[in-house]
């Protein structure tokens, strides 16, 4: 559990510490989506311990599906005077407080399986939840509005070159898997449609694949599985040859980059999110977390009858961070350094 784990406290610590805009959120409700995930709820943690470390009298309201996952995942930190849990889906809002000042949405299934069997529900949990809520903030005198992207929003691209915010590839919309990236698209628009309409102050982060402490031990995610493997002496088997390249984000880094577009950013615009420094194929990444974390005890195999249809097709996304960093913001350490400290933290949790 993460209230146990010195690396997941060295992370919160990291994140109060940012050179960020905290008085913004003196006295303010944050209302967070996707509150169960591994980004919502260390987005959750930060702000209360931020809150508290920092005395803004900060208050958060997180809309989550399931209250007994939310009181496994948050442990302690259920019981917070700050957190107000509110049970209810994006396609059944619960009633929502009348003072919402900031919103960070980031709900939406993010399992490969689940997008190829279940598109219809993927694309409206993504279009009409993300219109429900800017509706509902819409009615509230809204100071930030963050919509929570992907990578996968570029598509399909067959360049290295940097790409930035607007360098889309693309979507094939006859593939199931297709739903994702595409209703990832349409919420963007819906953000950049409601700053220019109605003047909400809503804005997206597209966020390369994150992850750190915080991550289930059982996680079926590629990082999860390659860095459980490296702890147990397994070779790591790929389904597909890896030959996609891309960044990674480290978890609490990615929450100073929330942050600091919810509260820097400018209305109707999308943010490109990503380390440069950990941009690299999956094969490649593989043989990094074979050598540098399993010490070479392990190697990494392709197996021949992997199901490649389940994942996004093969891409490079060199992603262009130019835009975020002019708000003040930069990624720090490398992809060994990440995977130390997963690793570190999953040995904890055995």
């Known amino acids: 559990m993460t209230e146990n784990s010195e690396i997941f406290k060295e992370d919160m610590e990291w994140i109060c510490k940012a050179d960020l805009p905290w008085e913004k959120l003196r006295d303010s409700t ?21 809150g508290r470390e920092r005395g803004l009298g900060l208050d958060v309201c997180a809309v989550v599906r399931d209250t007994e996952k939310a009181k496994r ?9 700050e957190l107000r849990l509110l049970a209810g889906t994006m396609q ?15 709900a939406c299934p993010t399992a490969s399986a689940f997008m190829n069997e279940h598109p219809v529900e993927v694309i409206r949990t993504s279009v009409e939840g993300t219109t429900g809520l800017l509706e509902e903030a819409r009615k509230r005198s809204t100071k930030g509005f963050l919509f929570l992207s992907s990578m996968e929003a570029f598509g399909e691209v067959n360049t290295e070159d940097a790409l930035d915010e607007g360098a889309l590839g693309k979507i094939d919309l006859g593939k199931t898997r297709s739903c994702y990236p595409e209703s990832k698209r349409m919420c963007e628009m819906l953000c950049t449609s409601y700053a220019a309409e109605y003047g909400l102050p809503a804005m997206s982060i597209r966020l390369a694949q994150t992850f750190g402490p915080g991550v289930d031990y059982n996680d079926r995610r590629v990082f999860a599985m390659m860095t459980r ?34 509260l820097s950013g400018t209305p109707g615009e999308t943010y490109n999110a990503a380390n440069p420094a950990t941009y690299c194929s999956i094969f490649e990444m593989g043989e990094m977390v074979a050598r540098e974390v399993a010490g ?19 891409s490079f996304l060199n992603m262009d961070i130019s ?16 995977y130390r400290r997963l690793a570190e933290y999953l040995r904890s949790l055995a």
């Open 229 to 262: 493997n490296a702890i147990d002496g397994k070779d790591i088997v790929l389904a597909t040859k890896g030959t996609s390249r891309h960044p990674y984000l480290y978890t609490a880094q990615a929450v100073t980059a929330i942050l600091t577009v919810l």
């Open 323 to 338: 835009k975020i960093q002019a708000l003040g913001w930069e990624p720090e350490q490398d992809l060994v350094w990440m």
């Open 92 to 106: 059944q809002l619960p009633s929502l407080p009348e003072k919402i000042d900031y919103w960070i949405h980031g």
């Open 73 to 81: 995942v948050l442990g302690k930190l259920v019981n917070a005077p």
């Open 296 to 314: 070479g005890k392990i190697a990494v195999r392709v197996d021949e009858n992997g199901d490649a249809s389940r994942y996004p097709a093969p």
């Open 30 to 50: 944050v209302l967070v989506t996707g509150g169960t995930g591994l980004i919502g709820m260390t987005v959750i943690n930060a702000l209360i311990r931020a």
